[in-house]
């Protein structure tokens, strides 16, 4: 497929536009940041990596009703989405307490969270993606009411799907962020990636706290073999997939 114009370069992906303006390309790069982009590196086969993990996910997703900005995969790095309106939340789902939670928090690493957390962070990298309040929400304009009841229902059935899906591949879903969009009929659409870059992955099979990590926390704190963790979730997830 030929790309058409650049639209976006972000930090892990690029956005093309097609010859079709309901349809944009986005390609999965190995670039890696992280701490607000204070950290780069390159993951090898990382954008690879991420866009098959993305691409099975998104399709069960899917099949289990959720509607996603997903429609086809067309290289091994390539995936055909819906063009939507992003709605500028990073919607975080936490299932045990880790990363900014335990350092903005006295919750310790590792603490199981029940019910399951729902945060809303502000996309905005000039202001360092802050944790926001509903009213605050409310006030900057950024989403309905409705619409963040819709986030957050919507993040929790995600994250049943995930956690339940993971499970079977030997791997706890810690947290994970989640992006959407708003399709021309105002219809909430899940949208970005879903990977080990956005997701906290254990182990279950590890037996000490650095083997299990199996997600960009292995990039961000320096732990090593992250291009082997990633490949290791990649295959577990096939290794679940109904082709197999
Ligand atoms: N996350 C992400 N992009 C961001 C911030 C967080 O994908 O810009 C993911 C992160 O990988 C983790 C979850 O969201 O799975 C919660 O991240 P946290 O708030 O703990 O921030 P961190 O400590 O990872 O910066």
Redesign the pocket.
């Known amino acids: 497929m030929s790309f058409g114009e650049k639209l976006y370069e972000g930090k892990a992906k690029i956005i093309y536009a097609t010859d079709d303006p309901e349809v944009l390309l986005t390609y999965f790069k190995d670039d890696a940041t992280?701490?607000?982009a204070q950290k780069r590196g390159q993951i090898v086969d990382k954008g690879k990596i991420n866009c098959a993990i993305s691409t099975e996910l998104f399709q069960r997703l899917a099949a289990a009703a959720i509607p996603t900005h997903w429609i086809d995969t067309i290289s091994d790095r390539e995936m055909r989405v819906k063009a939507l309106t992003i709605i500028p939340l990073?919607v975080?789902?936490?299932n045990l307490a880790?990363?900014?939670?335990?350092?903005q928090t006295n919750l310790p690493l590792g603490q199981r969270l029940d019910p399951p957390l729902v945060?809303f962070?502000y996309?905005n990298d000039d202001l360092g993606?802050p944790?926001l309040t509903l009213d605050r929400i409310h006030a900057m304009a950024l989403a309905s009411q409705e619409q963040i009841a819709t986030l957050r229902r919507q993040a929790l059935k995600i994250n049943q799907l995930l956690t339940d899906f993971f499970m079977g591949c030997g791997i706890t879903l810690?947290?994970?962020?989640l992006e959407f969009g708003l399709d021309p009929s105002q219809q909430v659409i899940l949208a970005d990636e879903i990977s080990p870059?956005?997701?906290?992955l254990w182990d279950q099979t590890a037996t000490d706290e650095t083997q299990r990590v199996m997600?960009?926390?292995r990039f961000?704190q320096d732990l090593g073999q992250v291009e082997q963790a990633y490949q290791r979730v990649l295959d577990r997830v096939l290794a679940q997939s109904p082709k197999n």
Do not use: H, I, M, P
């Open positions: 992280a701490f607000n990073e975080v789902v936490r880790a990363g900014s939670l335990c350092r945060e962070y996309k993606d944790l810690v947290d994970f962020k870059d956005t997701c906290r997600d960009k926390d961000r």
